[in-house]
């Protein structure tokens, strides 16, 4: 599928890590402010893929990338990228929450701080803000100096969700962010991620298909490094067009 004016645009995009061929040749065009779910087995390329978009792949010195990734129109693989302001633009929401080892307050006013932000008045109300737009304020408002590790493991990935937005993304990335949650948490995660999609372009990975069913507005399924459909969700879920995605919407592959 294209797009007129798609967030993300990838280009005959190959990653190599080693000698293995981990992408091939993947073109795709993910659209603003909506949800775009990677779904497919285990070791497909999915999070490999979701990586290409904050270049987390540039610590491998194993990976050789070739092709483009672009992000409001500027290739963030060019010479003249800089990486840092470009990983800005990323919120990374991971399988398990990883809380700094400080408070939950420090925890929220890190990247403010980081970017400039010193005035406690204006560090209170984006640390108040952003755990109100993560439904943790009510739940921490009067324990604020306690350590971030003291938290529930749902309210450790709520928290880090908090962090991430606190710098002011433009994109929200997450590789199963709800694997390691229970059945309450996974669910006020997803009710999280449909409100925040007016304001951000969420890009998910997911092994659960009734997941992708309930948050997603279109879903690329990736088999062997490839892309073999994409597609609106209820479209690719309930009709697909490729044998090989028919097969793993009923079960056969896994």
Not at 46 to 66: A, E
Not at 112 to 129: A, C, F, T, W, Y
Not at 179 to 191: M, N
Request: hydrophobic content about 35%; aromatic content about 8%; overall charge positive.
């Amino acid at each position: 599928m294209t797009f007129e004016a798609p967030h993300i645009r990838v280009k005959d995009l190959n990653v190599y890590i080693g000698h293995n061929h981990i992408l091939k040749n993947i073109s795709l065009d993910i659209p603003d402010k909506k949800i775009t779910s990677f779904i497919g087995p285990s070791g497909c390329g999915k999070t490999t893929l979701l990586k290409t978009f904050n270049r987390l792949l540039d610590r491998n010195k194993d990976v050789k990338i070739n092709g483009q990734v672009l992000v409001d129109g500027e290739d963030i693989y060019g010479s003249q990228v800089e990486v840092t302001g470009m990983r800005r633009k990323m919120g990374l929401l991971s399988q398990r929450p990883f809380p700094l080892p400080m408070s939950i307050y420090d925890n929220i006013a890190y990247g403010p701080r980081i970017h400039g932000l010193r005035k406690k008045k204006e560090l209170n109300q984006s640390v108040e803000h952003y755990l109100r737009a993560t439904g943790l304020w009510e739940e921490v408002k009067g324990r604020l100096n306690s350590p971030a590790t003291s938290l529930s493991i749902g309210q450790q990935q709520r928290l880090c969700l908090a962090r991430g937005l606190a710098v002011e993304p433009e994109i929200i990335l997450g590789d199963e962010p709800t694997s390691a949650l229970d059945p309450l948490s996974t669910q006020r995660i997803e009710e999280l991620f449909l409100q925040l999609r007016d304001k951000y372009t969420i890009v998910l990975v997911t092994h659960i298909l009734r997941q992708a069913r309930r948050v997603s507005d279109y879903i690329v399924f990736i088999y062997m490094g490839e892309i073999i459909e994409f597609g609106p969700t209820e479209e690719l879920l309930l009709n697909p067009k490729q044998k090989l995605t028919q097969e793993y919407v009923k079960g056969y592959i896994s």
